[in-house]
């Protein structure tokens, strides 16, 4: 084995190739997928706003957008040979301010494709921008629960099992993923619009460095959840996760914790991360796949 060496030699560009031709297909500005609104004629409370999206850059090249006026989800679908048929709503953070696209969400996007789960990333109004008219229950909230019917709704087109579409969010978006799972409904079966027949209700919620609601009403009716934060983060988020934890399991949910030593806020999943708490993703696949969300049927 040690001495033969012309295998290896006579097979490495081939393999090189096919690796630079997968990384340029999964460069962030090749063949991204196209934004769909949550409303095509336009958001409930909207009326009348309707000037564009503000984006700026920053260290990473990263992309932080503000000034929502159109709440959309982008769509990454997996191959159908290679699907679970499970699908996540991915919820930026940003403070209810801005939206931090890309660590926390579009390249959270592509790590779920690439294991098998759809992934629908949300870009959703803002409550604390200045001079913002909306809420975060009446606007944010309102935006998750209606892309999670539009999920529900395009189930079979997209071909997805109905009942394994969850949601994810990471620090402002983790807060509007708990409320989500807290905060839901059947669907309105009268209902002329076949979105708003749907039920919110996701089948599982993950929690990333989440900012905590005040008041969450918890029962054995909630739907399972997984929590992962950094031990350095603010107190508020860090104990306020354990606290989370807690009751849950004092409702009967079931929830899985995760805290990493040395680890602060809003790392996302970026490359240039190297702590142990870039392990993150392979830990809430494992969840999902324990739970059962991932399988074929």
Same mark, same amino acid.
């Given at each position: 084995?040690?001495?033969?060496i012309?295998?290896?030699?006579?097979?490495?560009p081939?393999?090189?190739?096919?690796f630079?031709?997968?990384?340029?297909?999964?460069?962030?500005?090749?063949?991204?997928?196209?934004?769909?609104?949550?409303?095509?004629?336009?958001?409930p409370?909207?009326?009348?706003?309707?000037?564009?999206e503000?984006?700026r850059?920053?260290e990473?090249?990263?992309?932080? /957008?503000?000034?929502?006026?159109?709440?959309?989800?982008?769509?990454?679908?997996?191959?159908?040979h290679?699907?679970?048929?499970?699908? /996540?709503? /991915?919820?930026?953070?940003?403070?209810?301010?801005?939206?931090?696209m890309?660590h926390?969400?579009?390249?959270?996007?592509?790590?779920?494709?690439?294991?098998?789960?759809?992934?629908?990333?949300?870009?959703?109004?803002?409550?604390?921008?200045?001079?913002?008219?909306?809420?975060?229950e009446?606007?944010?909230?309102?935006?998750?629960?209606?892309?999670?019917?539009?999920?529900?709704s395009?189930?079979?087109?997209?071909?997805?099992?109905?009942?394994?579409?969850?949601v994810?969010?990471?620090?402002a978006?983790?807060?509007?993923?708990?409320?989500?799972?807290?905060?839901?409904?059947?669907?309105?079966p009268?209902?002329?619009?076949?979105v708003?027949?749907?039920?919110?209700?996701p089948a599982?919620?993950?929690?990333?460095?989440?900012?905590?609601?005040?008041?969450?009403?918890l029962?054995?009716?909630?739907?399972?959840?997984?929590?992962?934060?950094?031990?350095?983060?603010?107190?508020?988020?860090?104990?306020?996760?354990?606290?989370?934890?807690?009751?849950?399991?004092?409702a009967?949910?079931s929830?899985?914790?995760?805290?990493?030593?040395?680890?602060?806020?809003?790392?996302?999943?970026?490359?240039?991360?190297?702590?142990?708490?870039?392990?993150?993703?392979?830990?809430?696949?494992?969840w999902?796949?324990?739970?059962?969300?991932?399988?074929?049927?």
């Amino acid at each position: 084995m040690q001495g033969s060496i012309s295998g290896p030699s006579r097979t490495l560009p081939g393999t090189l190739f096919v690796f630079l031709l997968l990384s340029l297909l999964a460069h962030p500005a090749l063949a991204e997928p196209e934004a769909i609104r949550l409303w095509p004629q336009g958001a409930p409370g909207s009326e009348g706003r309707n000037s564009p999206e503000i984006v700026r850059i920053n260290e990473y090249g990263e992309h932080i /957008v503000s000034n929502v006026h159109f709440p959309s989800i982008t769509p990454y679908l997996p191959a159908t040979h290679h699907s679970t048929r499970a699908a /996540v709503v /991915v919820v930026p953070g940003g403070g209810h301010r801005e939206l931090w696209m890309d660590h926390e969400g579009y390249s959270v996007a592509r790590y779920l494709t690439a294991h098998g789960v759809a992934a629908f990333v949300l870009k959703y109004r803002l409550a604390r921008e200045e001079g913002s008219p909306y809420t975060v229950e009446g606007s944010e909230l309102v935006d998750l629960q209606r892309a999670i019917r539009l999920v529900r709704s395009r189930a079979t087109e997209w071909r997805l099992d109905a009942g394994r579409i969850g949601v994810m969010g990471f620090s402002a978006g983790g807060e509007l993923a708990a409320l989500s799972g807290a905060r839901y409904d059947r669907g309105a079966p009268d209902s002329s619009e076949p979105v708003e027949r749907a039920s919110s209700k996701p089948a599982f919620v993950g929690l990333f460095y989440p900012s905590i609601p005040k008041n969450m009403q918890l029962n054995a009716d909630t739907p399972p959840m997984f929590l992962l934060c950094g031990a350095d983060d603010q107190p508020a988020i860090s104990q306020g996760v354990a606290d989370l934890y807690l009751a849950l399991r004092r409702a009967g949910v079931s929830a899985e914790l995760h805290v990493y030593a040395g680890a602060g806020h809003g790392f996302g999943l970026r490359a240039s991360n190297r702590t142990p708490a870039a392990s993150w993703p392979e830990r809430f696949k494992d969840w999902l796949a324990d739970r059962g969300f991932l399988g074929k049927s």
